[in-house]
Antibody, heavy 121, light 110 residues
């Protein structure tokens, strides 16, 4: 059974930076696109970013474009989300989600447990 | 700005059948949008039910099914059970590499 393990969440001030990580032990990691999805407190799900299996293609929601960067280290089976210029509205639980194929458009299947990011002064 | 629409709430009787829908503020949903469906209970991570319109994720019982009905994607739950009471989210692929989630449907089983 595939497991996704996120880490790196925390409390920080507006304007700060944070890097989230997601590891997938035992997965043929490069065979799957990966996504980040977030959920603000009491709100619905919001897609944040996708990256293709080889890392060559990345996509971002308008709300984070230019501030967030998604990358992956396939030999380490690890996905990253570098978040800069953080705002209060970036507060929420960030989920790492595995794609069902090497490119992102087929969909997502396995979700991590989530890591919490709180941006507050 | 494309908006993905879902019913805010729905109720179903135990053992009954319910169909939740996922539409677009402008235009029709087709298989080209690769609609997916997720179930979430409070405090838990979402669980994938359906992806690519009608493919059940691993371990999902066959009483959950996905389809295109008219101009919307649909999630049908047959034989509703008490533990189906959850929030249900759909997401659509917008062909520019981005996904847009609907606002979610709160399903009550009573």
């Amino acid at each position: 059974e595939v497991q996704l393990l996120e880490s790196g969440g925390g409390l920080l001030q507006p304007g700060g930076s944070l890097r989230l990580s997601c590891t997938a032990p035992g997965l043929t990691f490069s065979s799957y696109a990966m996504s980040w999805v977030r959920q603000a407190p009491g709100k619905g799900l919001e897609w944040v970013s996708d990256i293709s299996g080889n890392g060559g293609s990345t996509y971002y929601a308008d709300s984070v474009k230019g501030r967030f960067t998604t990358s992956r280290d396939n030999p380490k089976n690890t996905l990253y989300l570098q978040m800069n210029s953080l705002r209060a509205e970036d507060t929420g639980v960030y989920y790492c989600v595995k794609g069902v194929a090497v490119f992102n458009y087929y969909g997502m299947d396995v979700w991590g447990q989530g890591t919490t990011v709180t941006v507050s002064s | 700005q494309t908006v993905v629409t879902q019913e805010p709430s729905f109720s179903v009787s135990p053992g009954g059948t319910v169909t939740l829908t996922c539409g677009l503020s402008s235009g029709s949903v087709s298989t080209s949008y690769f609609p997916s469906w997720y179930q979430q209970t409070p405090g838990q991570a979402p669980r994938t039910l359906i992806y690519s319109t009608n493919t059940r994720s691993s371990g999902v019982p066959d009483r959950f099914s996905g389809s295109i009905l008219g101009n919307k994607a649909a999630l049908t739950i047959t034989g509703a059970q008490a533990d189906d009471e959850s929030d249900y989210y759909c997401v659509l692929y917008m062909r520019s590499g981005i996904w847009v989630f609907g606002g979610g449907t709160k399903l009550t089983v009573l």
